[in-house]
């Protein structure tokens, strides 16, 4: 769907955005304008998705509850209760509103554990998909009546980002309450400074001080890593105000002025001279400085140019780890050369799984030789890694295991030939196969521009 003139975007809503935090109603005036701004899209070809938080919201609202109970396991089967009471009338209410611009929409709930299976995952893939062509919005959820903490998302921030990466998503848009990330927090330093770019989320600096409301479970810092899982698949993502929806649109015009801006400088159809050269620049200015100097506040994470696609994707970011394998920084240099992961790099391994499951890869230093094997033949188990070493261990990536905890516990620091002798077969030579692991990309630190940097770079091009 890239490199088309439409775009694919998901917008995500959090409960404070369309419901009082207090009176739990329905805030219908900020819950009209989305609707009205995701038709708008919707009608100028692009592919809207909304994930939209609020289920619990709405039933504590029906059920005339004042408070949302605490997140404890004895409030468990009280706040799924009051989630399904919640969600249903919540996609009435959003399917009375889209009615009256007869556009369709559509329902889907997600927990962690639709998407652990490869096969379940490219089935909700194929479900949006469809959805697309058939012209209708899906509005998606994660399913607080079914989720416990083993399968939950943990906060629809989070959730959104995979649901971005699934549809190969254009861009991503987190609704808050500020217009945009400051460096500081704007409420108690008037000096704070808008960041408008960030390029590296590993390397902003920003005030998160913002919790989240009552009703909700995330908040700023929540949004910087919903932010960092969607910009590694290449989904650039935007922080902006809940209560201007209309924004969004305007945003998207911004964003796609400076990337045509962008190209027409970079990419001529021919060599110029020097004065055709200052004609463009002049031309490319006129044409899209008018747009830019309406663009509305927002901080706008741009994707990863090399994304991880798909199963990468999924690996790193769909399933959850079930436990942890120590490899050396040797096995490390394999896997980064696309070899799969043999028992002899693996140095220790810890919590329960099974075969097929996945687990955290993490690298320890290299600071211990591994014996010889005994001449009679008997495997040698190294020593356990030592506390020191792994607190010092740096985790890159994920992978889905040819053998289990025990299994591997037996097998470490062996040649793969000793496998069979150990365990009396050899499912494979390799603890994890290639295909099935995912290392995580690491982006050179860059700098954040602030707020309208943009701007000025772009009207730097009349006057070099």
Known sequence: MRGTKYLTIVIKLGSSSIVHEKTHQPLLSILTLIVETAVRLHKDGHRVVIVSSGAIAVGLRRMDVEKKPRNQPKNLPRIQALAAIGQCRLMTLY?????????????ILLTRN???????YQNAQNTFMELFNLGVIPIVNENDTLAVSEIRFGDNDTLSAITAAMVQADYLFLMTDVDCLYDKNPRTNPDAIPIEVVEDVTSLEADTSSAGS??????????LVAARLATSAG???????????GNIASIVDYCQSLKKAQAQQDTPSQP???????TLSNSISSLHLEALSKAPFHTRFLPDPQPIRDRSFWLLHGIAAHGTIFIDEGAHRAL?????????????????????????LVV??????????????DAFTPSSTTET??????EVGRALVNYSAAEIARIKGLQSTQIQGVLGYADSEYVALRENVSLIKTRPATPVLPLNKSLEDLTSIRNP
Request: aromatic share 2%; glycine share 8%; net charge negative.
């Open 95 to 107: 399917d009375s509103l889209f009615e009256h611009l007869r556009q369709p929409i559509a329902q």
């Open 114 to 120: 639709d998407i652990a299976d490869r096969t379940q």
């Open 214 to 223: 009552s009703l909700g479970t995330g908040g700023m810092s929540t949004k």
């Open 235 to 245: 989904v650039t993502t935007v922080i902006t105000r809940s209560s201007n929806p």
């Open 272 to 278: 110029l001279t020097p004065a055709e050269e200052d």
């Open 336 to 360: 980064a050369s696309k070899a799969g992961l043999l028992p002899a790099g693996i140095v220790d391994v810890e919590g329960h799984f099974a075969d097929q499951e996945a687990v955290r």
């Open 364 to 377: 320890v230093p290299n600071n211990r030789q591994t014996p010889p094997s005994p001449p009679n033949g």
């Open 389 to 394: 070493e792994i607190r010092s261990g740096v």
